[in-house]
């Protein structure tokens, strides 16, 4: 670089030197490198295995899409997958364990009981993995036995052709207005993590005599949250307790349907682990890496799971953003069978 002057003015003439430093900046700015690269001795392992066994609760075409998008990054790993519902993934992974085998290397579970007792009995192990920094305290565990993928945050979906937003309840204590007396009211008969969050949020004293309240109001008894938001859609009832993102993803698909959160909002999570004596380590590592990644997390986020990596927000940012939350926390998780026995009798649940 030299300086040239002209009418009393001075200025600089770039040299090929000085335009290739700015052309690397700029291109760093454009494309930054990734937040990590896999551990060479990871990947040296995970050649040497050249299998993964993931076992997950996640849909299957979506379960696919992942273990094909790893097998793209690392070809290889023969990644496969195995789909079950959260009690079923468990009560093969104790089947298993009972009768010494572990076929597996990483599970994807999202019942918080079932994720503290892996690791409570040791079936479970901890891997620090480098992407955990970019999650928050209350969704990964302190030992790092478990870090939270995903959130299912439950809220209030409303039909909007039978409620408008400004009149929607905005809070726990709205549903029990008399206006929502009267099968107005969807209650999913097996959601008992709502009566965990209040507990742990109000005590159990008040949760119980609120949601005994809300039984007064004599609501809508269904299962399910995806089938109950297609009720909500064409006008069975004004009003839902449901996942404010399965609410979202009818809206999107142009049902009359939104939502808003009551606080605090209860969340549980998929939370991802890796088996203590996983037959793949190297390769369950990179996988648990690959999921916590941005690449992971945009994936998921294309899923319409509402992510939770910093800087990967779901669509819209509200559904994780915005609000005072309680996180179903594993390690203050209760016993799963006496908390739905307790939530059906309140609501009278057959």
Same mark, same amino acid.
């Given at each position: 670089m030299?300086?040239?002057g002209?009418?009393?003015?001075?200025?600089?003439v770039?040299?090929?030197?000085?335009?290739?430093?700015? =052309?690397?900046?700029?291109? %760093?700015?454009?494309?930054?490198?990734?937040?990590?690269?896999?551990?060479?001795?990871?990947?040296?392992?995970?050649?040497? $295995?050249?299998?993964?066994?993931w076992?997950?609760?996640i849909?299957?075409?979506q379960?696919?899409?992942?273990v094909? $998008?790893?097998?793209?990054?690392?070809?290889?790993?023969?990644?496969s997958?195995?789909?079950?519902?959260?009690? #079923?993934?468990?009560?093969k992974?104790?089947?298993? =364990?009972?009768?010494?085998?572990?076929?597996?290397?990483?599970?994807?579970?999202?019942?918080?009981?079932?994720?503290?007792?892996?690791?409570?009995?040791?079936?479970?192990?901890?891997?620090?993995?480098? $992407?955990?920094?970019?999650?928050?305290?209350?969704l990964?565990d302190?030992?790092?036995?478990?870090?939270?993928?995903?959130?299912?945050?439950?809220?209030?979906?409303?039909?909007t052709?039978?409620?408008?937003?400004?009149?929607?309840?905005?809070?726990?204590?709205?549903?029990?207005?008399?206006?929502?007396?009267? #099968?107005k009211?969807?209650?999913?008969?097996?959601?008992? &993590?709502?009566l965990?969050?209040?507990?742990?949020?109000?005590?159990?004293?008040?949760?119980? &005599?609120?949601?005994?309240?809300?039984?007064?109001q004599?609501?809508?008894?269904a299962r399910?949250?995806?089938?109950?938001?297609?009720?909500?859609?064409?006008? $069975?009832?004004?009003?839902?307790?449901?996942?404010?993102h399965?609410?979202?993803?009818?809206?999107?698909?142009?049902?009359?349907?939104?939502?808003?959160?009551?606080?605090? %909002?209860?969340?549980?999570?998929?939370?991802?682990?890796?088996?203590?004596?996983?037959?793949?380590?190297?390769?369950?590592?990179?996988?648990?890496?690959?999921?916590?990644?941005?690449?992971?997390?945009?994936?998921l986020?294309s899923?319409?799971?509402?992510?939770?990596?910093e800087?990967?927000?779901?669509d819209?940012?509200?559904?994780?953003?915005?609000?005072?939350?309680?996180?179903l926390?594993?390690?203050?998780?209760?016993?799963?069978?006496?908390?739905?026995?307790?939530?059906?009798?309140?609501? #009278?649940?057959?």
């Open positions: 030299r300086a040239a002209d009418s009393g003015m001075k200025y600089f770039a040299t090929p030197c000085l335009i290739l430093i700015a =052309a690397l900046c700029a291109a %760093v700015l454009l494309f930054p490198p990734p937040a990590h690269s896999a551990d060479p001795k990871l990947i040296e392992g995970a050649k040497k $295995e050249g299998e993964l066994a076992w997950s609760t849909a299957q075409d379960s696919q899409k992942l094909d $998008e790893f097998m793209k990054r690392y070809p290889f790993v023969k990644a997958y195995w789909r079950s519902g959260s009690v #079923g993934l468990h009560q992974i104790m089947l298993e =364990a009972r009768a010494g085998k572990v076929n597996w290397d990483v599970v994807s579970q999202t019942t918080p009981e079932f994720i503290y007792e892996l690791k409570q009995k040791k079936l479970s192990t901890a891997y620090d993995s480098p $992407e955990r920094r970019f999650f928050s305290a209350d990964k302190k030992d790092a036995y478990w870090t939270g993928t995903y959130a299912l945050p439950t809220g209030l979906g409303f039909n052709q039978q409620v408008k937003m400004e009149d929607a309840p905005k809070s726990y204590n709205d549903l029990l207005d008399p206006r929502w007396k009267g #099968g009211i969807s209650v999913d008969d097996e959601n008992y &993590e709502l965990i969050g209040l507990v742990q949020a109000w005590g159990k004293q008040r949760a119980v &005599e609120y949601l005994k309240a809300l039984a007064a004599a609501p809508a008894i399910g949250a995806t089938q109950r938001t297609q009720m909500l859609g064409v006008g $069975e009832f004004p009003l839902a307790i449901s996942y404010t399965t609410v979202e993803w009818s809206k999107s698909q142009g049902q009359p349907v939104d939502w808003v959160n009551l606080e605090p %909002v209860v969340i549980k999570f998929d939370g991802i682990q890796l088996a203590a004596k996983a037959p793949h380590p190297n390769a369950g590592k990179l996988f648990i890496d690959f999921v916590l990644s941005r690449d992971g997390q945009e994936l986020k899923f319409r799971r509402v992510t939770l990596r800087g990967v927000e779901p819209p940012p509200r559904l994780i953003k915005g609000f005072k939350r309680l996180v926390h594993p390690d203050r998780s209760q016993n799963a069978e006496e908390g739905l026995k307790l939530y059906r009798q309140i609501f #009278g649940a057959s």
